[in-house]
């Protein structure tokens, strides 16, 4: 089935890890998306991408960074984690005809 | 960069009752409207949305009209149910080779039983 897979879920790590929020989706879609968000809170672009080898960062300050190297994966990374960087990270798609957003699960991170 | 604005933070209305939501946007070259629903541990979907040549659009018990002009738009519900409770979130979408979306605060929907 096409869908937006986030891996992992949940993660608790501590102060200065580096960390990487893998996103991949199956649904043939060329644009890509990182929004963070705090539950049932606003959602913040951070980083999105319009196609392979292509960045942009959004609106959102964001010590992450991204990268695109195939059009179905999109991974984030933080190079060393800080408990500021707690929050839930949401990974969608759409393939620009519609602007339509897809969402992943999300990836629940907390930084102790 | 574009800047949406979202109201009410909270809604609670009594089951069969109108929500309505509204919102304002900054950029004026924003051309794609969407609205979508939250439920709980939920990801974002979405219910509806307007392009900027179209003024009024419904489906079923949701409709959204758009203002260009003052740069407004809105969320109607009718007749609402227990199970539309959710936070709802509007957005703006400028396509600029590809479409960049930026959402308001979002609307926490209580509906009573």
């Known amino acids: 089935e096409a869908d937006i897979y986030q891996t992992p879920r949940y993660l608790v790590i501590g102060t200065g890890k580096k960390i990487t929020l893998e996103c991949s989706q199956t649904?043939?879609?060329?644009?890509m998306y990182w929004y963070q968000q705090d539950p049932g809170m606003e959602l913040h672009l951070i980083h999105y991408s319009y196609g392979v080898n292509s960045t942009e960062k959004g609106d959102l300050s964001s010590e992450s960074t991204v990268s695109r190297i195939r059009t179905e994966h999109f991974p984030l990374t933080l190079e060393s984690a800080r408990p500021s960087h707690t929050s839930q990270y949401l990974c969608?798609?759409?393939?620009?005809?519609?602007?339509?957003?897809?969402f992943g699960e999300g990836s629940r991170l907390t930084v102790l | 960069g574009e800047n949406v604005e979202q109201h009410p933070s909270t809604l609670s209305v009594q089951e069969g009752d109108s929500a309505v939501i509204k919102c304002t946007y900054s950029?004026?070259?924003?051309?794609?409207f969407p609205w979508y629903k939250q439920e709980l541990g939920k990801r974002p979907q979405l219910i509806i949305d307007i392009r900027s040549n179209v003024g009024e659009k419904k489906d079923q018990r949701i409709a959204v009209t758009l203002n260009k002009t003052a740069k407004h738009f809105s969320l109607h519900i009718t007749e609402t149910q227990p199970e539309d409770s959710a936070v709802y979130f509007c957005a703006a979408s400028i396509n600029t080779g590809g479409f960049k979306t930026i959402f308001g605060a979002g609307t926490r929907l209580f509906v009573k039983a």
């Open positions: 649904m043939g879609h060329d644009k």
């Open positions: 969608a798609s759409t393939s620009g005809n519609t602007g339509e957003l897809f």
């Open positions: 950029d004026s070259a924003s051309n794609y």
